[in-house]
């Protein structure tokens, strides 16, 4: 398996967990990201959004930019041989509007060979009212599910049909200002409403290997298939999921793989990622 941290301490807990926690950053260090994002955001936006989402292009090569300067490098230097292919800020307002339903990010990467991060880091201590993040532990190790635009949702049945099971398997982490959260973009994770008074301001870094292309996986209803479409770097600064269309400037090769098929994860595939749950469950014969 391609090797992902330099350390092999980290590289052990990722590869048992899927994720890691690490100090990173000093709490000063974060000022001037946060007089950034006054100075060059002024949309009134209500509940959670991301930068990555909008359409204005200037914006989010500027804020990859200045990211990738003022966090990326620092984390890439953990990585082995990655490259970040995203950079954007994950906000949520004031209300109880920006609940984060619990997903897996898109894949970035094909998984069957690779493992796309995201690193993602508050610019607040996170407290139980401001949108802590939760997530799965082990869930990396689900079966390969393809997440992208127009794909049906791989958690949506476990949503729909038994949400507090799901609830019950998230832990949160109250990660404190300067500590950077990288996880498999493949672990469940969610985030709660900001019921605080203020606004709660994360930034989340997407790396992929260097010898990975980029890829964006999208259902193309007509042919009743995924596409995988092998696209530029560029990418998430030309695509917007408002607008969902995908720009063929930035495509570089559209492929039919017909291995590729639609996956929706139940259950029992969530439970398999869990070695002690698992066990419990077989000697009850369930
Ligand atoms: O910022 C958050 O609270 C969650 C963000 C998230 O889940 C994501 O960007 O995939």
Excluded at 6 to 11: A, C, H, P, R
Excluded at 118 to 141: C, F, M, R, S, Y
Excluded at 218 to 241: E, G, W
Excluded at 246 to 260: G, K, M
Aim: proline fraction near 4%.
């Amino acid at each position: 398996m391609r090797r992902i941290f330099n350390s092999d301490e980290l590289e052990t807990k990722f590869r048992q967990y899927g994720f890691v926690c690490v100090q990173l950053f000093t709490p000063d260090e974060f000022t001037d990201i946060k007089n950034f994002y006054a100075n060059e955001y002024h949309n009134e936006l209500h509940g959670f959004h991301s930068s990555l989402h909008l359409k204005n292009e200037e914006i989010k090569a500027k804020t990859y930019e200045y990211l990738n300067a003022t966090l990326g490098q620092k984390v890439n230097d953990l990585l082995f041989d990655y490259r970040l292919v995203t950079a954007s800020f994950v906000v949520k307002e004031p209300g109880n509007n920006s609940e984060v339903i619990a997903h897996q990010d898109w894949s970035l990467v094909d998984e069957r060979k690779y493992v796309f991060l995201n690193a993602w880091t508050p610019l607040e201590d996170l407290t139980k009212e401001n949108g802590v993040i939760q997530l799965i532990p082990g869930t990396h190790k689900l079966p390969i599910t393809y997440r992208g635009t127009g794909i049906e949702d791989p958690l949506k049945q476990l949503r729909d049909q038994s949400g507090t099971f799901l609830k019950r398997l998230l832990q949160p982490f109250f990660l404190k200002k300067g500590q950077v959260l990288i996880y498999d973009a493949r672990i469940i994770h969610q985030s709660p409403a900001n019921v605080s008074q203020t606004r709660r301001i994360a930034c989340a870094l997407g790396f992929i290997p260097q010898d990975a292309q980029l890829i964006h996986y999208s259902y193309n209803r007509d042919k009743n298939r995924i596409l995988k479409l092998t696209v530029k770097d560029i990418f998430f600064v030309k695509y917007s999921v408002y607008s969902q269309i995908i720009p063929q400037e930035v495509i570089l090769e559209e492929q039919i793989d017909h291995s590729i098929m639609c996956k929706i994860l139940d259950r029992k595939d969530i439970l398999r990622t869990q070695p002690v749950l698992e066990r419990i469950r077989r000697s009850i014969g369930l």
